[in-house]
């Protein structure tokens, strides 16, 4: 994907059967916006946060 802003979308369930309000995440998807249409890709977490940490800035930089 080209450098941009994406938004993201996070699918949860709510657990049932457990004592606390908690959520497991099903599906990470990207939304992608261009050329008239909107398209919805699954990523994975592991990839998604692999790419926010490459879009931030180094400490090297500073």
Same mark, same amino acid.
């Given at each position: ?9 996070? &699918?949860? &369930? ?8 908690? #959520? +497991?995440?099903?599906?990470? #998807? ?6 008239? +249409?909107? &398209?919805? +890709? ?11 940490? +490459? ?8």
């Amino acid at each position: 994907m080209p450098a941009g802003d994406y938004e993201v979308l996070v &699918e949860e &369930e709510e657990l049932q059967g457990v004592s606390f309000l908690a #959520y +497991r995440k099903k599906a990470t #998807y990207l939304i992608i916006m261009g050329h008239g +249409r909107t &398209e919805m +890709r699954e990523i994975s977490g592991n990839d998604l946060e692999s790419v926010l940490n +490459r879009d931030q800035p180094s400490n090297d930089d500073a």
